[in-house]
């Protein structure tokens, strides 16, 4: 018996489905997408000869950070490292301060229509602007330092603590808040009571998140002159000094990871 | 009236004991005092002259800014294009490293969760503690400026983040499935294939189309490090200090995050 008769015996083998059912439209997605891949991949320059030149200084790069070099520059390292941690610390409490008022006018089952629709608009700024294009604005406004990076990550918190804030609270528990309403609380008791102890834990774990994150933006917001250890970096790549460059970064990536450890410790303790 | 306090005065209800209230008062203390210190060093790094002069600067800013130079569109058809490759191409090559390091960094999946498993978490935490400005930066150091350094560094900062909630995902799969895949006599691969790949999938679309709009999002400013799309235009524009040609960059950087967003959305919402 031929595999075509014991087919119709039997029925057609199993066949894993297909991702889209629709034959006409997977196939025009898989040929648009290949069409794109060649215009795209076609349409970059590159220039093999600067490229392979460019290996043998990558190399040597990769080769700095089994030697890096924290003490030749060690006095700009330090500076830059606590003008970071400053700045970083100082943008996370004013932008939580901010971001919570906002947080609760952007919830819609505790704020009025024309409130809601004003700080939505607030997080969407703050969320579709890039922290560098804030940075490069509030460089040319307020002039170069750490100030305009505070103001920059202070704006960015904003945008992503509010949106999240405000996500909590529409997904809280209806009947606790209810039941502090019942009491007779005024609007403040109300949140203090009611609304505050459910997204608390959230709000702790976010505002440890958006610390970690505000570290890691103030370590490129010196790139446009808006402070932090971005700068001195800036500089040690400008002038080839790879050994000062993998000291920085590898003290940017150990301060991550101990930021990461610290907040997945207290996120764990309040939740 | 609140009840919370006797008719002489005494509190009959408190939130917290007197030990417990004092801990926290001393803790908003120290942190109240680690904020002023913050606040403090970055008053003195200020010039406050220029932070008193900001609004006029400000209103000058905006003043030259508007109206945009409509005209300078036709030079920005060809950097936009550049963007959305390298946001788009970055991600693509990001994944083909991800997945296997989501593998191999996956407690369920690795293959010795003493060698392998602590390097994978290395390589996860290392490329997404550094921003891809700094990778772009290292990149045009390394192999010169122009879209190839901003593709890698795109690729480079997203295999982290890619890899990180990839593994998270396939360390949250129902184990019943794959159990049940293994009984039928599947070798390896088609336990990988049919048993787990199948739950990890709207995670792993989810994963690759958010990633991707960020993408687009950071790929705008790479330029300023030398790294490709439209962001070489907004260094040059500032450089020379052209303000109506700023404005306009900026509103086409807005235009391309929001077209993105709303993109990323809809694909999210048909996979999911």
């Known amino acids: 018996m031929n595999t075509a008769a014991l087919e119709t015996r039997i029925g057609k083998p199993w066949a894993k489905p297909a991702f889209i059912r629709n034959p006409y439209l997977r196939w025009a997605l898989y040929i648009s997408a290949a069409v794109y891949l060649v215009l795209a991949v076609s349409s970059i320059e590159v220039n093999w000869a600067r490229v392979s030149e460019g290996l043998v200084r990558g190399w040597n790069f990769l080769a700095s950070f089994a030697e890096p070099d924290f003490l030749s520059r060690g006095r700009d390292i330090r500076e830059g490292m606590i003008e970071s941690a400053i ?3 100082a943008s996370t409490v004013v932008g939580i301060a901010i971001s919570v008022p906002i947080g609760l006018g952007a919830a819609r089952n505790i704020a009025p229509l024309p409130v809601y629709l004003i700080c939505r608009g607030i997080v969407a700024l703050s969320r579709a602007l890039n922290e560098i294009i804030v940075a490069i604005l509030m460089v040319a406004i307020f002039g ?9 990550l202070s704006f960015a918190t904003i945008g992503f603590l509010s949106k999240l804030l405000a996500e909590d609270i529409e997904d809280m528990d209806r009947v606790q808040a209810e039941a502090i309403r019942a009491t007779g609380s005024s609007w403040p008791q109300w949140i203090n009571y009611g609304v505050q102890p459910q997204v608390m834990p959230r709000l702790i774990g976010l505002s440890m998140y958006r610390l970690d994150i505000n570290f890691r933006e103030s370590a490129v917001l010196g790139l446009v002159g808006a402070g932090g250890i971005g700068a001195t970096l800036n500089t040690a790549f400008d002038r080839y000094e790879f050994d000062t460059a993998a000291a920085i970064l590898i003290i940017i990536i150990a301060t991550v990871m101990v930021l990461e450890y610290l907040s997945g410790v207290i996120r764990a303790r309040v939740q | 009236m609140p009840v919370s306090s006797l008719a002489d005065g005494r509190k009959s209800w408190q939130l917290r004991d007197r030990n417990a209230q004092l801990t926290r008062w001393f803790a908003y203390f120290a942190a109240v005092a680690i904020f002023m210190w913050c606040w403090k060093k970055i008053s003195d790094s200020t010039t406050w002259f220029f932070v008193w002069d900001a609004p006029r600067i400000a209103s000058d800013i905006g003043s030259r800014a508007f109206p945009p130079r409509w005209s300078y569109m036709d030079k920005l058809w060809e950097p936009l294009w550049d963007t959305l490759n390298i946001a788009t191409l970055g991600t693509l090559l ?18 010795s969760a003493v060698f392998v498993r602590p390097i994978a978490l290395l390589i996860i935490v290392s490329s997404r503690s550094i921003n891809s400005l700094i990778w772009a930066l290292l990149l045009v150091a390394v ?13 480079l900062r997203s295999i982290g983040f890619c890899a990180k909630l990839l ?3 396939i360390e949250e799969i129902d184990h019943k499935q794959v159990e049940a895949v293994t009984a039928t006599g599947a070798g390896p691969l088609q336990v990988m294939a049919y048993g787990i790949l199948p739950q990890i999938m709207p995670a792993f679309a989810g994963v690759a189309v958010f990633r991707w709009d960020i993408n687009i999002r950071e790929s705008t400013v790479l330029g300023l490090v030398g790294a490709g799309g439209i962001g070489v235009q907004m260094q040059a524009s500032l450089n020379t200090l052209a303000w109506p040609q700023v404005a306009l960059i900026l509103l086409v950087i807005l235009l391309a995050v929001i077209v993105s967003e709303w993109v990323s959305a809809k694909v999210r919402g048909a996979i999911i």
């Open chain 1, 87 to 89: 700045m970083t610390v």
């Open chain 2, 143 to 155: 192999i010169g400026p122009g879209v190839l350094a901003g593709l890698i560094a795109i690729a």
């Open chain 2, 94 to 111: 990001a994944l083909v490293f991800a997945v296997p390091i989501a593998f191999l960094a996956a407690r369920n999946t690795t293959p």
């Open chain 2, 167 to 169: 593994y998270e995902a």
């Open chain 1, 144 to 152: 170069f330092g750490p100030l305009a990076g505070f103001i920059t």
